[in-house]
C-alpha cells in the first residue's frame, strides 16, 4: 500500500513541535505494515539543504504566483515530495511566523499553494508512483482535501489527522476566489467557517476518515470546551472519527545510545543514569540536592499550563526541590520564568530558546517531568520521559490522562504506576500533586519502582502503527466502512 503523507513538519528537518515527531516517524513504524509512506513537505531552507538525490517532478510557473518545482528525494530513511517554492517557503523566519513570531501575512496562500500541490499528487501521483490513500496532517495541508474533494475525478481516500485543534488556519472569506474551488465549495459543507475560510474545517469535511492523537481527545473534542468552535463538526462527523496515541521514535529516544547524553543507560542498569542528574544540575548552574529535580521542556503557552507552573514555584523551594525549565513561547510566560528563576537563583533555572539536544540531557537527568497542560490532544515530552526514567507528572487530559499511569494506592500495589496525573488543572491541584511527588520521591523504593514501571512502558509505534494500518485498510474497502 502506498501513502502520500503531507506535512508542513518532518523531524529531523523542520520541527516546532510534535507533529514533527509523529509525521517523522510514523512512516518507519508503517513500513513494517507493507505500507510506503512518501511526505510531501515545503521546502524551507532546512529540507532544501538536507535532501539528496534530488530529482525534478514537476515545475509551475505560476502556482499562485511564484514559481515551484515539485523535487523527489531522500534524507534520514524518509522518502520525501519536496514543494521548492522560494516565494513561499525559502524565508529567514520559522515554518508558519517571521523572526518576531508573528505570522506571515500570506500563510492563506502559502499552505493553499502546498495544498494544491498536494491534491495534483494524490490525483496523478509521481511517475510510476501511484498513492492509494492521501493521509494529510493538521490544518496546512487540509485544503488538498477540499480541492480533492470539488475535483472531477472521485480519486483516492483522504484520511487527516488532527494534532491539535487549536489550530485552525482561519482566514478572511475574500481570499475563497483565489483558491480556484468551484463556489459550492463556500459552504457548510465545505470551508465556510463563522463567515470566514476554515482549512481545518474544509478538511474535516472533506475527509473520509478523521484521526485525532487519542481515544480522550477524540471524546473531549465533541464537547465546546475542547472543541474550540469546531465541535459541531466533530459532533456531525463523530462516527468517522478515531482516536489513535502516538507511538515515539524509540531510536532517536533511546538512553541507552542517545548521542546526546553522556551516560548511558536502560531499564536493565538504571543506577548509570544518576551522573546524568549531576550532569544537568552543572549544566543549569544548581546545587545537588537531596530532593527531586523537577524539569519542564515545552512551549511556554497557556495551553501548556506553564503560567500554573511559573505561580506555584515557591511550593517546588519550600520543599526542597529544584526546578529547571527549558522552552520558549508566551513573552509574559517567559518573563514569569525568569522572574521566578532571579527570585529563587539556588532552586530554579530556566534556559529560554528550543535546543532539540538540551531537551534529550533534561529527560535524562531530571526526577520528575512537569506537564501541566490545560488540553493536551496526546503529548510527547511524557512518552519521552518515560523512556528517559523521569517520572512524569501530568495534568488529566487528552493523551496524558490515557499514556500515564497515576501512583494511586491500586496502582502502586499492583506495581503499574508510572506517574502522578492531577485534575483539574489548577494552581492548587498542581501544589497537591508536587506535594504527592515530594512524598513519593521520599519513599526512595516506591519512586524508584514508579520510575522502572516507566521506562518498561511501551511508548513504541508498535500497537499504533497497526492501528493506522487498519484504519487505511478501512478506507480502502468502502463495504468494510460501511458495516464498520
Ligand atoms: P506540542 O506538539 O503540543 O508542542 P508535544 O509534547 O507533542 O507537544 O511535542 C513537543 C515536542 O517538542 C517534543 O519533541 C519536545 O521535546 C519538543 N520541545 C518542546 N519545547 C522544546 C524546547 N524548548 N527545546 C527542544 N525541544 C522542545
Ligand atoms: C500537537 C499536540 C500534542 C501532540 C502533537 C503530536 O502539537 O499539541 O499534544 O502530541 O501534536 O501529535
Not at 516565494?87 to 502559502?110: A, E, I, M, S, V
Not at 492509494?132 to 480533492?148: G, N, T
Not at 474533494?149 to 472569506?173: D, M
Not at 524539569?295 to 517546588?316: H, P, S
Amino acid at each position: 500500500m502506498n501513502i502520500l503523507s503531507v506535512t508542513a513538519e518532518i523531524f529531523p528537518l523542520v520541527k516546532t513541535g510534535g507533529l514533527a515527531d509523529v509525521a517523522g516517524s510514523l512512516p518507519k513504524a508503517l513500513a513494517a505494515h507493507g505500507i510506503h509512506t512518501r511526505s510531501l513537505v515545503p521546502g524551507y531552507p532546512s529540507v532544501m539543504r538536507a535532501l539528496t538525490g534530488v530529482s525534478p517532478i514537476t515545475h509551475y510557473d505560476h502556482l499562485f504566483g511564484e514559481g515551484a518545482t515539485l523535487l523527489a528525494g531522500q534524507t534520514d530513511g524518509l522518502d520525501l515530495l519536496v514543494l521548492d517554492a522560494p516565494g513561499f517557503f525559502d524565508r529567514q523566519g520559522g515554518p508558519y511566523t517571521d523572526n518576531h513570531g508573528k505570522d506571515y501575512p500570506d500563510n492563506w496562500k502559502r499552505f493553499a499553494a502546498f495544498s494544491f500541490v498536494a491534491a495534483q499528487v494524490a490525483e496523478h501521483g509521481v511517475g510510476d508512483w501511484r498513492p492509494d490513500i492521501i493521509h494529510a496532517h493538521d490544518w496546512h495541508p487540509a485544503l488538498s482535501l477540499v480541492y480533492l474533494k470539488f475535483s472531477s475525478n472521485a480519486g483516492i481516500p483522504r484520511v487527516l489527522t488532527v494534532h491539535n485543534l487549536a489550530f485552525q488556519g482561519q482566514f478572511p472569506a475574500l481570499r475563497f476566489t483565489e483558491l480556484g474551488l468551484p463556489d459550492g465549495a463556500y459552504s457548510i459543507e465545505g470551508l465556510e467557517y463563522y463567515g470566514d475560510l476554515g482549512y481545518l474545517k474544509g478538511g474535516l469535511q472533506a475527509a473520509d476518515a478523521i484521526t485525532v492523537v487519542s481515544p480522550t481527545y477524540a471524546r473531549e473534542i465533541m464537547s465546546p470546551t475542547f472543541g474550540m468552535g469546531l465541535e459541531g463538526v466533530m459532533n456531525a462527523r463523530h462516527d468517522d472519527v478515531t482516536g489513535i496515541v502516538n507511538g515515539i521514535d524509540t531510536e532517536v529516544w533511546n538512553p541507552s545510545s542517545d548521542p546526546n547524553i553522556e551516560h548511558h543507560f536502560s531499564t536493565r542498569a538504571p543506577l548509570r543514569r544518576l551522573p546524568n542528574r549531576q550532569k544537568l544540575l552543572d549544566l543549569f548552574g544548581l546545587s545537588n540536592t537531596s530532593g527531586p529535580v523537577f524539569a519542564a521542556v515545552n512551549r511556554l503557552t497557556w495551553q501548556k499550563g506553564m503560567d500554573l507552573l511559573a505561580d506555584v514555584v515557591d511550593e517546588i523551594v519550600k520543599g526542597g526541590g529544584k526546578l529547571i525549565v527549558h522552552g520558549q513561547g508566551d513573552a509574559a510566560i517567559e518573563d514569569a520564568f525568569i522572574e521566578v528563576a532571579r527570585r529563587f537563583p539556588h532552586s530554579v533555572s530556566v534556559e529560554i530558546g528550543y535546543d532539540e539536544r538540551l531537551a534529550h540531557q533534561i529527560h535524562a537527568g531530571a526526577d520528575a517531568m512537569l506537564v501541566p497542560s490545560r488540553f493536551e490532544p496526546c503529548g510527547l515530552t511524557q512518552l519521552y520521559a518515560l523512556r528517559y526514567g523521569c517520572v512524569p507528572i501530568v495534568a488529566r487530559t487528552g493523551g496524558l490522562s490515557e499514556t500515564i499511569i497515576d501512583a494511586n494506592d491500586a496502582a502502586l500495589h499492583a506495581q503499574v504506576a508510572t506517574g502522578i496525573q492531577f485534575s483539574p488543572v489548577d494552581t492548587n491541584e498542581l501544589r497537591l500533586a508536587l506535594r504527592r511527588a515530594f512524598r513519593l520521591f521520599r519513599r526512595r523504593r516506591v519512586w524508584e519502582s514508579l520510575r522502572r514501571q516507566g521506562m518498561r512502558t511501551d511508548c513504541s509505534w508498535h500497537r499504533s502503527a497497526a492501528q493506522y494500518a487498519e484504519l487505511y485498510g478501512k478506507v480502502l474497502t468502502p463495504d468494510i466502512r460501511l458495516a464498520g
